[in-house]
């Protein structure tokens, strides 16, 4: 069972266009993070959401945190070609005492010029 | 970011031979982890570390050992590689344990 479902898999659009790319589960997580991965390369940290309902803004890229702490999602405006790439989301479980994260499995974003 | 380096960054290898891959840090930060990366599959984790000679295994722990004699490295050994073990390998550092911080990557080929 994979514990955060994100969607869509894939994402391809304009440049210009805007998108949102969601990351749930039914699971209640202590923090969220949002990454950026791009071929040959290791995920970069974006974001880390922590609060209930919170919304952080990075450019044109806006996160927000479920009130219930169990899904978060990714706005991007007027996208661009740089913003190709891999998103992951990624949560640390409350409770889970161990230090680790889920991953899961990405949304895999083309814009196009 | 040069604070976490990976090596090597591409290996071939043969069925049956040991593998040891390298992850060095010079963030001094106390958790470090070992993924792997598969299509389909997403990253999933094969080993962590708390501190110096602390681990315990992840996800996809079979196969796979691990050992960390210092803060800044953490070493990722396969005994007996099999073509299954065919990945890109991240290793990834964190503070606290929540926000990591990955390395560029191994590239492994089990033949």
């Known amino acids: 069972t994979q514990l955060l479902e994100q969607s869509p898999q894939f994402l391809s659009i304009q440049e210009g266009e805007n998108l949102t790319v969601y990351c749930n589960s039914s699971s209640v997580f202590s923090s969220l993070q949002w990454y950026r991965q791009e071929p040959g390369e290791g995920p970069v940290l974006l974001v880390t959401?922590?609060?209930?309902?919170e919304v952080k803004k990075l450019k044109r890229l806006t996160f927000q945190f479920g009130d219930a702490r169990k899904d978060s999602s990714l706005h991007i405006t007027a996208a661009q070609p740089g913003d190709t790439g891999l998103y992951l989301c990624?949560?640390?479980?409350?409770?889970?005492?161990?230090?680790?994260?889920?991953f899961g499995k990405g949304t895999k974003l083309s814009v196009i010029p | 970011d040069a604070g976490i380096t990976q090596s090597p960054r591409h290996k071939v290898t043969e069925t049956g031979t040991p593998v040891t891959l390298r992850c060095h840090q010079t963030?001094?930060?106390?958790?470090m982890y070992w993924y792997r990366q598969d299509p389909g599959h997403g990253l999933r984790l094969i080993h962590y570390s708390y501190g110096v000679k602390d681990t315990d295994k992840g996800e996809v722990s079979d196969g796979y050992s691990v050992s960390r004699s210092k803060t800044e490295d953490f070493l990722l050994t396969l005994e007996s590689a099999t073509s299954s073990q065919t990945s890109v390998y991240f290793c990834?550092?964190?503070?606290?344990?929540?926000?990591?911080?990955f390395g560029p990557g191994t590239r492994l080929t089990v033949t």
């Open positions: 990834a550092i964190s503070i606290a344990g929540d926000e990591q911080y």
């Open positions: 963030e001094n930060h106390r958790y």
């Open positions: 990624a949560g640390e479980r409350t409770g889970a005492g161990s230090y680790q994260l889920t």
């Open positions: 959401v922590v609060t209930g309902g």
